[in-house]
């Protein structure tokens, strides 16, 4: 099976499906579209999803951006989605560094992004997604022409800064002692969106909420439970990279940054003072909403794509000035 499609949840037209092979032999399932929905095209979004996700999860985004005039390119993430798992219990989140998601990223640009499609590219990326957008964004620094961060992953929002130091101790001995690759503490193998919308986290939409549990009850393989104690060692120690003035100040592209009011998995202080650092950014809190913005009700979702919007055409210039100069 290379998509799954629910009445709620329809494939966007025109999209199509490939595989990147790594040299290691992971699998990572893309796809693309390549025709925006609206003309003139504005340019290429290179959607970067979080962790536990998947490329249909974003259907309904994928048809906004079209809709705005930009071709789409996505795909999964090792470890996750339809792409090749890292270990052999499949509901474990695991990797071993974050380099390896860079490599990956990298491919995904040289062999599926770049032979397809022409600038100017827009990196959009969300929890996970974002810490490895903002990550591209320096290491590819001539790539894209802007870069939005929904919710990224730029500090964990674990409690106080005591406990933070207590459970950095103890996943770094974890690690040490060979359990690694088990399940970090108070995780498990149940999906995300497999726990009832009452206890979720991540949102306040139980139609959208739904619509995604829908998707893993048709193929339970394609969703993710906890993550590895050696990937929350790696989610902290990019988090630090990150944090560097040294490495912000190389990110040159114009950054548009969004937090969650109510999130309870990334820190809002942590976003806000990494926007203060980069040498072009702004950020925009969405006030009453949950980790996954994108994924919320229209109040919070229209906010996001509002202030999308007027960023777009500040960096881009409006439909219209693309299509004087593309003439």
């Not at 590219?121 to 929890?127: L, M, P």
């Not at 207590?166 to 108070?186: D, H, P, Q, T, Y």
């Amino acid at each position: 099976m290379n998509i799954v499609e629910i009445p709620e949840a329809p494939c966007p037209a025109g999209g199509t499906v490939g595989w990147l092979e790594r040299p290691d032999g992971a699998q990572l399932r893309t796809m693309v579209w390549p025709s925006a929905a609206a003309s003139p095209r504005r340019g290429t979004v290179v959607l970067a999803n979080g962790r536990t996700e998947f490329i249909e999860k974003y259907f309904e985004v994928i048809t906004l951006l079209l809709e705005r005039g930009f071709a789409v390119a996505t795909f999964d993430w090792r470890g996750q989605g339809f792409s090749t798992r890292m270990l052999d219990d499949p509901r474990k989140g695991h990797i071993d560094s974050f380099s390896t998601f860079d490599a990956d990223f990298v491919a995904f640009m040289d062999e599926v992004v770049r032979p397809q499609f022409s600038g100017p590219f827009i990196g959009v990326g969300h929890s996970m997604g974002g810490n490895l957008m903002l990550r591209a964004a320096h290491n590819l620094p001539d790539t894209f022409s802007a870069v939005v961060l929904s919710a990224p992953m730029l500090g964990l929002n674990v409690g106080s800064p005591f406990v933070e130091r207590v459970m950095r101790s103890l996943i770094s001995l974890l690690s040490a002692v060979g359990a690694g690759k088990a399940f970090a503490l108070g995780s498990g193998p149940e999906a995300a969106d497999e726990e009832p919308f009452e206890e979720n986290i991540v949102t306040s939409d139980p139609v959208r909420y739904r619509r995604q549990q829908a998707v893993i009850e048709k193929v339970p393989s394609i969703g993710l439970g906890g993550p590895t104690t050696v990937w929350v060692r790696e989610a902290f120690r990019s988090v630090d990279e990150i944090a560097e003035p040294s490495y912000l100040t190389k990110v040159v592209a114009p950054v548009l940054l969004f937090a969650a009011s109510k999130d309870r998995l990334v820190r809002g202080t942590s976003i806000r003072e990494i926007a203060a650092q980069l040498p072009n950014a702004e950020c925009v809190t969405i006030e009453g909403s949950a980790h996954e913005i994108l994924m919320e009700r229209e109040i919070y979702r229209d906010a996001f794509w509002t202030a999308f919007d007027g960023f777009m055409n500040k960096t881009l210039g409006t439909a219209r000035e693309q299509a004087s100069v593309n003439a």
